[in-house]
């Protein structure tokens, strides 16, 4: 299969693995990966758990360093973390004593823009991401949604062009969660950024994306890529589309092949012979 085919994608990884020793144990977490992800697309990678995804992500950050292997950005080689890209990991890691207003402009901060400026540029926002009225709140005073939408609104202010959401979506119930994707394809449509997605849910990865990347189960390399040639702007109607449903199909006996051959490894032994 053809990954990669074009140099100048916005986000190229090449042949990346990643070795984890410790415990008198060693992990192969990753294996040979390689992706692209081209400028302005938005890129969704399903897989089982435990197959590397989030390590990956660490990689393309440049928080860790891969045992063997390449990232480039626009082209370039990238060996460490760099002002290029945000990063949303897979907790929201929102601070407990920080309000709102000042958990969103963290990164901002960190990054040496002053805090009266910061919070300037978080309040505009404020509206647009559903969180009116809650700046001076604490994170505990949010429901699941909105503690989501903080983190991303944090993640997102840094206006850095590549981001990396690691399963943003993976706590809320299934109607927040829809909404939120909804309002997720809104908010990335109207902002020129690459977007890069780990997500569990099938649905939700070809209702944002318009490439899906299917890992194996460890040590995980890039089993498939499926293009999702369904028109834009998508709404709730996408889901009922015969292709929507075909890819479904498709990518559901993909996910859970590998999905099976994780709890294999696992020793369950529960589905020996499925
Ligand atoms: N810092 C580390 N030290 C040792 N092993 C690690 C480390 N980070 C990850 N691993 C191992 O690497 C493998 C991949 O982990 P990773 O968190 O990337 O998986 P994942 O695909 O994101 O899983 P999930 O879907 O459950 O979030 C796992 O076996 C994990 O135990
Ligand atoms: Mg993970």
């Known amino acids: 299969m053809p990954i ?103 990164g901002l901060e ?36 909105m503690r989501q939408r903080a983190a991303l609104m944090r993640t997102l202010l840094l206006d850095r062009p590549l981001v990396l959401l690691d399963e943003p979506f993976g706590a809320l119930d299934a109607l927040t969660r829809s909404l939120m994707q909804e309002w997720l394809l809104q908010i990335w449509e109207g902002s020129q950024r690459t977007v890069v997605f780990i997500t569990h849910d099938i649905e939700e990865a070809i209702f944002l994306s318009d490439q899906i990347y299917v890992m194996s189960a460890r ?22 589309d015969a292709r929507f449903v075909a890819l479904k199909d498709h990518l559901l006996h993909l996910v859970r092949e590998e999905s099976l051959r994780a709890f294999e490894q696992q020793g369950s032994g529960v589905f020996a012979g499925a």
């Not at 626009?74 to 460490?80: F, M, P, S, T």
């Open 4 to 106: 990669v085919e074009n140099h100048r994608a916005k986000l190229r990884l090449e042949r990346i693995g990643m070795e984890f020793e410790g415990a008198g144990a060693r992990v192969v977490a990753l294996a040979d990966v390689t992706m692209e992800v081209r400028e302005n697309s938005f890129v969704s990678i399903v897989g089982p758990s435990g197959c590397g995804k989030s390590t990956l992500f660490s990689i393309a950050a440049g928080i860790i360093e891969p045992s063997y292997g390449e990232v480039y950005l626009d082209g370039k080689r990238v060996e460490r973390r760099t002002e290029y890209v945000s990063y949303m990991l897979q907790k929201d890691l929102l601070l407990p004593w920080r309000m709102i207003l000042d958990n969103v402009i963290l």
């Open 110 to 145: 960190i990054g040496g823009v002053p805090k009266r400026e910061a919070r300037e540029r978080a309040r505009a926002l404020f509206g647009r991401y559903g969180l009116q009225g809650f700046e001076n709140h604490y994170p505990h005073q949010l429901s699941g949604g």
């Open 219 to 240: 040590p995980g390399h890039m089993k498939a890529r499926v293009d999702v040639n369904l028109p834009r702007p998508r709404s709730i109607a996408s889901h009922t």
